[in-house]
């Protein structure tokens, strides 16, 4: 075990990751749903797979965060 539950960097550390890709998924649907039908079918397709790219991201964080908090019991 690393430590107590309250000094685990390594679980800050991927919390912030989670943060940031979540705030990037977030920010990502925002631009996909401001330019939609606004925008040329290319320029949507741009947008779409960012915001794709973006939740798989998030997501990966958000495992990786989850695996190391059951792993560590931090």
């Known amino acids: 075990m690393m430590g107590t539950q309250m000094d685990c ?6 919390l912030k990751a989670y943060d940031e890709a979540s705030s990037e998924l977030s920010n990502s649907v925002t631009a996909l749903r401001s330019h939609q039908g606004t925008t040329s079918q290319a320029e949507y397709e741009v947008l779409y797979r ?3 790219d973006a939740h798989i991201k998030a997501e990966q964080a958000r495992v990786t965060f989850e695996r190391h908090k059951q792993d ?3």
Do not use: W
């Open 72 to 74: 560590h019991n931090c």
């Open 9 to 14: 960097e390594e679980k800050q550390r991927l």
């Open 50 to 52: 960012a915001s794709r």
